[in-house]
């Protein structure tokens, strides 16, 4: 693998959830050029074929690969159940790849031995079974309680956060008995850090709250660091492109990213 320190991490979402991802990221390593790619034109993934979702991300990759990018993170789960292995052969040893699942199952695995742990996350990552499975592969006695939480993710896009509406959804869903009596919850979706705090209240602080933001960015970290590609000089510089451009994707930019970002317009089919 043949890149300089100073070469950008590429990161791609179906839309701008992922800038979530991408905030940890650069909260972590503050000197890491990101180039950051948001395929709103094909916005959900959730609910598009797993062929469809790989080609959309054979071309993200493709286009994060010619820009020369150290490292590709998959920040989306849809795309990081579908896509992930694909990836895996098409960038060989041109660039690190990193998914949004893996590095959750590997900490939860070793770390959550006799554990009661719930998982939440879009209907199309529940109806995977993807982290249940890849978790049992290494721990096979850790039990996984699932739960579909489908409103979560638009009510963040909306702004339906930390208010009443959101506290009492929100409550809704973890009142559930699929979920009951657990002492750890993944965050299945990119959208959910934004929530974190309000689903903490709604435990009393009681369990754990796994966020793959922040445990994909460590995951990077160490990869990074194996290949000496730690960039940890100079000021970051931050690229954001999307596949479709409209005016409320650049405003709702500011939710997931914690602060005003500049979107350009980088259509995947010229």
């Not at 990074?224 to 000021?235: A, C, D, F, P, R």
């Amino acid at each position: 693998m043949k890149h300089s320190r100073e070469a950008p991490i590429g990161i791609f979402d179906s839309g701008i959830g992922g800038l979530t991802v991408a905030h940890s990221i650069y909260e972590r390593f503050p000197h890491e050029n990101i180039i950051y790619f948001g395929d709103t034109a094909h916005l959900p993934y959730g609910d598009k074929s797993e062929a469809a979702i790989q080609a959309y991300s054979i071309k993200i990759a493709d286009l994060l690969l010619k820009k020369g990018c150290k490292a590709i993170v998959i920040a989306c789960n849809s795309a990081s159940s579908a896509s992930y292995e694909l990836l895996k052969e098409y960038v060989r040893d041109q660039a690190i790849i990193i998914n949004v699942i893996d590095p959750m199952i590997e900490l939860v695995a070793s770390t959550l031995n006799n554990k009661k742990i719930g998982l939440i996350g879009t209907k199309r990552t529940i109806q995977s079974g993807i982290y249940s499975k890849k978790i049992k592969l290494i721990n096979p006695e850790l039990k996984i309680q699932t739960l579909a939480t489908p409103l979560l993710a638009p009510m963040i896009e909306e702004g339906f956060y930390n208010n009443q509406i959101s506290h009492e959804i929100i409550a809704n869903y973890l009142s559930d008995s699929s979920i009951a009596a657990i002492d750890a919850l993944i965050l299945a979706c990119t959208h959910y850090p934004l929530i974190k705090k309000e689903i903490n209240d709604f435990y009393d602080s009681k369990v754990a709250i796994l966020d793959s933001a922040q445990v994909v960015a460590q995951a990077l970290g160490h990869q990074l660091q194996k290949e000496n590609l730690l960039n940890q000089s100079g000021i970051a510089n931050l690229q954001f492109l999307v596949s479709d451009y409209t005016e409320s994707f650049e405003a709702a930019t500011q939710l997931f990213f914690g602060e005003k970002v500049k979107l350009q317009w980088h259509p995947l089919w010229n």
